[in-house]
């Protein structure tokens, strides 16, 4: 453990490990012959004929021989002898719900029981204008926003043309009466 720090070897070392049944779903999971990938929002998904599967049930219709929707982990992790909290467990590392150490030690596990790489399916696209497939950054839209409010001002006291001045003579409109 070369390079960490104590306090992460220590963290490394005294970490719970997985149960018997959460590696026993590591096993089945890499023996699914599916493609894993990962979308764009992060989650582990598979695709059978069209239709998406999560890490739970797609082991299920693949060992099982039983067709579970993606939101009904709860009864696929039954059909394979998991608990309701490491069903739940799996669903939350490979949907990257990770509140905390454990969690991305098990998605860790299992995007490299799933043989699925770290990039997403579709990388998002680069706009020019420096956002990211089309939804641009906090950043940009602050600097966007300041700049426009600096460049109105500019021209206002730059032409003396204000939200009560005429265009053309500059004299006050209420002044002008």
Not at 72 to 101: H, M
Not at 130 to 156: F, I, K, N, Y
Request: proline letters at 6%; charged letters at 20%; a positive charge.
């Amino acid at each position: 453990m070369r390079g960490l720090s104590p306090i992460a070897v220590w963290r490394r070392l005294l970490a719970p490990r997985p149960s018997a049944d959460l590696e026993r779903f590591l096993g089945l999971l890499a023996a699914t012959p599916y493609t894993w990938s990962l979308g764009l929002d992060g989650k582990l998904r598979a695709d059978d004929h069209g239709e998406p599967l999560c890490a739970v049930t797609g082991v299920a219709r693949h060992r099982a021989h039983q067709i579970f929707s993606v939101g009904d982990w709860v009864r696929a992790g039954e059909c394979l002898g998991l608990s309701y909290r490491s069903a739940g467990l799996i669903v939350d590392a490979a949907d990257a719900r990770l509140s905390n150490a454990f969690l991305k030690a098990l998605r860790a596990r299992l995007l490299l029981a799933a043989r699925a790489g770290t990039a997403p399916v579709s990388a998002p696209i680069a706009d020019p204008r420096g956002s990211w497939a089309g939804r641009p950054r906090l950043a940009t839209v602050a600097s966007r926003t300041a700049h426009r409010a600096t460049r109105q001002s500019r021209s206002r006291h730059a032409s003396n043309v204000g939200p009560h001045r005429d265009a053309v003579t500059g004299v006050s409109a209420r002044n002008a009466s």
